[in-house]
């Protein structure tokens, strides 16, 4: 491959991450970054770092080194927040703010994400997993291919939040199908077309929640817009509707198209290396290093998306990143990082058995979910809806097969799928 | 060993509770990490402080003491230790030189 004579001049690595071969599979140009321009600055002015040591020590020195832009600066940093709905709601979402807003908004939230929080969701994601791959059992025993990212991968998280948020499960659906272009819309090099997509989603999703949060004044269950409207309910002066409506959507663009994609790549690794299933057939704590390992060998949002502000000039690498500049990680690049995961580009679970979460046995940090105060709100979540799908899916349909090749969506941000077909193996072929 | 979690900086990420569910726990209220033991065992020592390295902000701190006998867990130590603490530990986040396990 002449990857070098492609990206000798690389001037700009989100365009590159844009382009059909990157769709197809980002890792060669990714390592061709790591190790030509770590410290990549792109046309826009963007600077995109990719190795794991210098990426892990950004999101760890977010709030110190770094920043997030202020409520004044928006304008210089999302030139287009004023005239869009997508851009400004994202400027008030819990991963824009800095403590204290930062500590407390984050704080309401996390009693309904703690450990034991979600543990107790398990027999519900359980049944919801049972009851997913029971409807897509039939035209699979018939010889039918399913699509396995509509009717399960999305399914699920999307279930699951609807039961968070106690929501009707049409409705969910009906918000659901807007959330890929909002995620574009939101991609630092959008065009225009695609912010305006993104805007004309946004805004049903900013109406619908407008009106949830009105029927849990009147009506409060036990959810978690319901929780948070009481919140707000006894603290006016310091969360108001618009944050709240930018909380819950921050929540719904964080959580689903991102767990998705995960459960895709479950799947794909699960019948790419037939050799490695033998993780999923034993006790939880090989389940666990299987799904470690697929977070880190496909990282669902490759790069970050909130800009982080270089507080002073600071010196990477032999580059100087300078005040004020707005620093991106190639999380994705980091996770296929030599210097932290030996044989990077092997799908292998060895490397997360019996360790803490989200550390490898030589006590290198997995990226996909952050580092620092933004670490993903919904880790534990996500893990869990893998935990509790992988060893179901290969119980129930051991012989699942490729049907096609899965489509990928031709985002250079979010390394998510179109659709996954997949088959049952006729027996004894 | 003395171990301190700094509740104004805990991010609620729990990963500490999953790390070592015996020693760290979630508040109810609002998910902030606090410790379930009183004394820390010998033999959780190295846990503890791959724990403490793990945590996405380093709100746990790990004060080695030479009596070693009397290790008393507090959740509410006495200010200057945990500054002290806390300073060390931003000055080691030292763009360059850093290591990913710091």
Not at chain 2, 51 to 76: F, K, R, T, W, Y
Request: proline share 7%; net charge negative; charged share 20%.
């Amino acid at each position: 491959m002449d990857v070098q004579e492609t990206m000798a001049a690389c001037r700009d690595a989100f365009a590159e991450l844009a382009s059909p071969a990157c769709i197809n599979d980002p890792y060669p140009f990714m390592r061709w970054l790591r190790e030509h321009d770590p410290v990549h600055r792109a046309a826009s002015g963007l600077f995109l770092l990719s190795r794991h040591a210098d990426i892990y020590w950004v999101l760890k020195a977010t709030g110190d080194a770094f920043r997030g832009p202020a409520p004044g600066e928006l304008a210089r940093y999302f030139p287009r927040a004023a005239t869009s709905l997508s851009l400004s709601l994202l400027a008030s979402t819990l991963a824009m703010k800095e403590p204290p807003t930062h500590t407390r908004l984050r704080r309401l939230i996390s009693r309904d994400f703690t450990v034991r929080e979600i543990d107790n969701l398990r027999p519900t994601i359980a049944r919801i997993v049972a009851a997913r791959l029971d409807a897509m059992a039939p035209a699979l025993e018939r010889g039918e291919a399913v699509d396995l990212h509509r009717e399960f991968a999305l399914a699920l998280p999307m279930l699951v939040f609807a039961e968070l948020f106690g929501m009707p499960q049409d409705d969910m659906f009906g918000l659901a199908a807007g959330i890929g272009a909002i995620l574009e819309g939101l991609s630092p090099h959008a065009s225009d077309p695609q912010l305006a997509a993104a805007d004309a989603a946004s805004a049903k999703v900013h109406a619908y929640f407008g009106d949830l949060i009105q029927r849990k004044r009147t009506d409060p269950r036990h959810d978690i817009v319901s929780m948070l409207v009481g919140a707000h309910d006894d603290d006016a002066d310091t969360l108001s509707d618009a944050e709240l409506i930018s909380m819950l959507w921050g929540m719904l663009l964080g959580g689903f198209a991102t767990t998705a994609s995960s459960i895709d790549h479950a799947v794909l690794a699960m019948l790419a290396f037939p050799e490695q299933r033998h993780w999923l057939q034993g006790d939880a704590v090989g389940v666990k290093a299987f799904v470690e390992e697929v977070l880190r060998c496909d990282a669902p949002a490759m790069f970050s998306s909130i800009p982080r502000i270089a507080q002073r000039d600071i010196e990477l690498g032999g580059v100087v990143i300078p005040k004020n500049a707005d620093v991106r990680v190639l999380i994705a690049a980091g996770n296929r990082d030599p210097d932290a995961f030996a044989d990077p580009d092997r799908f292998d679970p060895a490397r997360f058995y019996g360790t803490s979460p989200g550390m490898s046995s030589d006590g290198k940090i997995m990226l996909s979910f952050g580092h620092g105060i933004h670490f993903c709100l919904g880790a534990q979540l996500a893990r869990v809806q893998l935990a509790e799908s992988l060893p179901r899916i290969q119980a129930r349909f051991p012989t699942l097969a490729l049907a096609e090749q899965p489509t990928r969506e031709p985002s250079a941000f979010l390394r998510t799928f179109r659709a996954l077909p997949v088959r049952l193996q006729a027996q004894g072929g | 060993m003395r171990v301190v979690v700094d509740q104004d900086l805990c991010g609620t990420t729990g990963q500490c509770a999953l790390t070592l569910p015996g020693t760290f726990r979630q508040r109810e209220p609002d998910g902030v990490a606090e410790l379930c033991v009183a004394t820390i065992p010998q033999a959780l020592h190295a846990a503890v402080r791959l724990a403490a390295s793990q945590c996405p902000v380093a709100a746990i701190l790990v004060i080695e003491s030479d009596a070693g006998d009397e290790e008393l867990a507090s959740a509410d130590p006495a200010p200057s230790p945990v500054e002290v603490e806390r300073h060390a530990a931003k000055d080691q986040r030292n763009p360059g030189g850093h290591d990913g396990t710091v």
